[in-house]
């Protein structure tokens, strides 16, 4: 009970002795306030945006970081976006009278993509599942989604079947398209890149559509199999 | 007290206040060692006592920096001259000013008055010899009318000591 009480005593007492501490990680290294349209060098170094750029623009003869003379690239500034203030009151302008530009924004990598392809089993799992499911909507949204889902499933299961296989690419080897996307479709969902399958499938319709007749059987004797 | 800022200088910008404000609170919970600001109510010009560090020529002496704030600091640099009597070094003039490249052309808004001083003091602690720099009397004949150090064009030659 004593220790837990002096503990937390000497808790607050650092916070109000160090008060410079406190935000001190998140500070700009020109201003020394809490950084405003916060951007991060590459050499990991935090200012204003506006801080940087007057310093750079306006008086420095380099395009020197500040703290550690690391060249500073304006492509290769990350901006920092926390939570919950999307823009600066331009009332508050750190420099009133100056024209600073827009921050630079963020590069976006793509998206990571769904999660490896499960297992055989599982996958069988998600097909019956998404048949059920995928019924329902208009003909041909079916049999496209259908084409779409079957490729995820064939190649674990009936690839010694189908050596002669018209389009290797239907098996969903392309990358960023891993078979998971597919099975988002196949439940009505709407798929994230809904263009890129979309035009995929209608390349391969025609050249498919034997096939399909094919593995339309095969599901059917599945199903009951099932 | 000499508080009253020379005519020529503006006031301070709101940023440089604010940013003056934050270096004197953590200079006085963690002052540079051997350094000792002397209160006063100006925050644009600040006189810092220094003293020589132990073992060095330097050691036991002590000196007074006068230190002035432009009113765009910290984008611009301060003004850093020593008030005279000046100690002997071979880069600082007789008149007080300071050959020290970081404040002038290497100065960086991420430096602070505590930086510069800690800079100044190894500057002095590392002189191999007491001697006013060789062009002293010429440079300080042409500095008559208080010209500042920062009007200087200097040519940072040595950079031993
Ligand atoms: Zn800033
Ligand atoms: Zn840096």
Known sequence: ?226 | MTSSPSPSRKALSKIACNRLQKELSEWQVNPPTGFKHKVTDNLQKWIIEVTGAPGTLYANETYNLQVEFPQHYPMESPQVIFVPPAPLHPHIYSNGHICLDILYDSWSPAMTVSSVCISILSMLSSSPEKQRPTDNDRYVKNCKNGRSPKETRWWFHDDKV
């Open chain 1, 1 to 226: 009970m004593v220790n837990e009480e002096s503990t937390s005593t000497s808790y607050w007492d650092n916070n109000n002795g160090g008060n410079n501490n406190d935000q001190g990680d998140f500070e700009c290294n020109i201003c020394f306030e809490l950084a405003q349209d916060p951007i991060v060098t590459l050499c990991g170094h935090l200012f204003c945006w506006p801080c940087l750029y007057r310093w750079l623009h306006y008086h420095s003869h380099s395009q020197e970081c500040p703290v550690c003379k690391a060249l500073v690239q304006d492509d290769k500034l990350v901006p920092l976006y926390g939570r919950g203030k999307n823009q600066t009151d331009p009332r508050l302008k750190r420099y009133p009278g100056l024209q600073i530009p827009e921050r630079p924004t963020g590069q976006r990598p793509e998206t990571a993509g769904p999660p490896p392809q499960p297992e055989a089993a599982s996958n069988l799992f998600n097909f019956g599942i998404g048949l059920m499911g995928g019924f329902m909507p208009m003909a041909t949204t079916r049999i496209g989604n259908f084409s779409m889902g079957f490729g995820g499933l064939l190649p674990s299961l009936f690839n010694f079947q189908f050596h002669g296989f018209p389009d290797a690419t239907l098996y969903g080897s392309a990358p960023g398209y891993p078979y998971g996307g597919y099975h988002n479709g196949f439940r009505g969902v709407p798929p994230h890149g809904q263009e890129r399958p979309m035009a995929r499938e209608g390349n391969q319709f025609d050249a498919n559509l034997k096939n399909l007749l094919l593995i339309v059987g095969i599901c059917v004797v599945l199903f009951l199999i099932l």
